[in-house]
């Protein structure tokens, strides 16, 4: 069974930071892109950041640009998503996903290329 399980969620105060991890179970994904997508309170889900397979190309959301990167170690199985000087507006539940894509040269923002979804971790920046 494939599992996505995101961790390091939790409450930070504004200008603050946090790290989410997210382990890849029951496949590999080391040819596969990875990233994460959030869905803030009553809005609709969005995308965040993805990472093509070998880290060449990431994509991220114009308004974490300078405050998030995302990065994996394909050997753990494990993408990750450093979140610096956070603010309240980054307050959502976090998803992680991955494709199942033969290295992909450039990552998705659509939420239907993504096969596989963690049952996500809550972040909530506080002002």
């Known amino acids: 069974q494939v599992q996505l399980v995101e961790s390091g969620g939790g409450l930070v105060q504004t200008g603050g930071s946090l790290t989410l991890s997210c382990a890849a179970s029951?496949?590999?994904?080391?040819?596969?892109?990875m990233g994460w997508f959030r869905q803030p309170p009553g809005k609709e889900r969005e995308f965040v950041t993805a990472?093509?397979?070998?880290?060449?190309?990431?994509d991220l959301i114009d308004s974490v640009k300078g405050r998030f990167t995302s990065s994996r170690d394909n050997v753990k199985n494990t993408v990750y998503l450093q979140m610096n000087n956070l603010k309240p507006e980054d307050t959502a539940v976090y998803y992680c996903?991955?494709?199942?894509?033969?290295?992909?040269?450039?990552?998705?923002?659509?939420?239907?290329?993504?096969?596989?979804w963690g049952q996500g971790t809550q972040v909530t920046v506080s002002s």
């Open positions: 996903v991955a494709d199942t894509y033969y290295r992909r040269t450039y990552p998705s923002r659509l939420g239907n290329e993504y096969d596989y």
């Open positions: 029951g496949r590999s994904f080391g040819d596969n892109a």
């Open positions: 990472i093509s397979w070998n880290t060449y190309n990431t």
